[in-house]
């Protein structure tokens, strides 16, 4: 097998993981999750949303979050942000990311209830923050959720995602994530779905972002890798959970993804002990345990017993 | 990719799982576990051992399970126990079993530690069980622990595993277990590693026996399949944790390995959800969760929150 010899991993866990916590996190708190992380090696972080806060209350603080994090950056880390619309993007802008996101879905009642609109009106909706973000000169990535399954259509046709994979590389995405939302998708369906996203745009604009929600999530980057996909989304800790299946697993835990890689020998620049202890943290902070393999097992492997609860 | 069409899952979580549970568990649970196991689809259950009960003292009732798994029998089923010794065997089959097991460890250290000989002396020692077991006509299987790497020594050469999973199918082994017993392999040093051994022993005499500590089972199975395994070993809500690393996870989830095989279209005959329902409740006997990512996912999916603490 041919894999990619380095990967980035993209750390999702300050907004995809802390938005679904259902315990409220301080400013401080998340900030300090950003730092560590950043010193734990993660080079790209979603760092906050500048999002309706009647929507999404947790990332109200998104501007405090940012000037936090501004007054003590960490040099190479980009930091990331969700930014659904013009008004999102000019906060964003003006708090000083680095980096903004778009998210679209590959499933129309996905998108309906989810954003409260169609497929090609959020890709409108789009425009003018992709024409604003060109003039800042800020780079913008393009989600897409459901790639794999809707939770309220089932299976979602490859060429679905393709289509709308390819639409957000035109309008001047610089990448496109790959969502498996609910964790629905199995090395089959994945392998299917980059197939066909993969006629349409090259491995290198493109992006997984896996939940472990069923288990696969790790099979389905080995075969991403196999594809030449070298950009992986992961929450430390496994933060966030999923919010189609209360207590169940969500993002695919950072620190699973960083073993992963040390085993097929690809860089990532990530120090496992660094995220483990992150991980520990911030799940206790939130009073849970990581939901990770690699955390529990590290921590005990090092005489140190998992003091979350 | 070309893989079975067919998967055998062999139930491991009896003996394997309810070896390293800390609560004692009673006769009657115990047989009440192997039937709903065989209800679901499994038909081969490893259902407890003959081993000396100074050194195992949860397996010490084994006649006594053996003889209810024998008054309300599946038809179609086979049990299969492990037999360290002719004393063992005489024991085993005197009870009724299908199928025997003699288990070596692919690293020294290990097995000086875990059954007090060297690799050649356990070799040895089974010699006589497998003629008494040819005599009564009854097949052996043949476990290797620490394939991918040992607790005492790291890493472990995949032409070790090779050599012992020659000698046991040179010695009468039907079929050869290859265990992940720390769990530390990953997709590059279990294809290494089985590389080696198909060298040897062809695919059909193999099964993958591998352990979720570091979340990498899911993928090593899938690397096994494609290279033509056909039977792998799972533990029913992943009974047994990890011995070597307290409180992560050990054997892989036989509902995670199921999900895996439905998602790729592999028939194993196993029911997905009387499969969860027994890692449900076998899990709160225990008083604990599924260590699954299944088993709460499709809980949720159902509407049944987990019961379990």
Not at 17 to 45: F, H, M, W, Y
Not at 142 to 163: L, Q
Not at 212 to 235: C, K, P, Q, R
Not at 257 to 271: A, E, F, R, Y
Request: proline share 6%; aromatic share 4%.
């Amino acid at each position: 097998m041919t894999l990619p010899s380095r990967v980035r991993i993209v750390e999702v866990g300050p907004r995809d993981g802390l938005q679904n916590e259902p315990l409220p996190v301080s400013v401080e708190t998340k900030a300090e999750l950003v730092a560590r992380l950043a010193d734990a090696g993660l080079t790209t972080i979603e760092t906050t949303a500048f999002v309706s806060p009647r929507w999404v209350p947790q990332m109200a603080d998104a501007a405090k979050v940012m000037a936090r994090v501004n007054a003590s950056r960490r040099p190479g880390v980009r930091h990331t942000v969700l930014t659904p619309n013009l008004k999102g993007f000019e906060a964003a802008r003006a708090a000083g990311v680095d980096e903004v996101a778009v998210f679209a879905a590959a499933s129309e009642s996905f998108s309906q209830r989810n954003i409260n609109c169609s497929i090609d009106e959020s890709l409108t909706r789009f425009e003018p923050v992709l024409a604003a973000a060109r003039e800042a000169s800020l780079p913008v990535r393009g989600y897409i959720s459901c790639v794999a399954g809707c939770p309220y259509e089932g299976a979602v046709a490859p060429r679905a995602v393709a289509d709308i994979a390819a639409r957000l590389i035109a309008m001047g995405c610089f990448e496109v994530s790959l969502g498996d939302t609910i964790g629905s998708g199995n090395p089959a369906t994945i392998r299917a779905m980059l197939d066909a996203v993969l006629a349409r745009v090259p491995a290198a604009q493109l992006a997984g972002h896996y939940h472990d929600t069923w288990g696969m999530a790790i099979a389905n980057i080995l075969v991403s890798l196999e594809a030449g996909i070298a950009v992986f989304d992961a929450s430390v800790g496994g933060l966030g959970g999923c919010p189609y299946a209360p207590g169940a697993s969500g993002n695919v835990a950072t620190e699973d993804v960083q073993w992963l890689m040390q085993g097929l020998g690809i860089d990532t620049g990530v120090d496992l002990d660094a995220l483990v202890d992150t991980a520990a943290w911030i799940s206790n902070e939130l009073g849970r345990r990581p939901a990770s393999r690699v955390a529990p097992a590290r921590l005990a492997q090092r005489g140190k017993a998992c003091e979350n609860r």
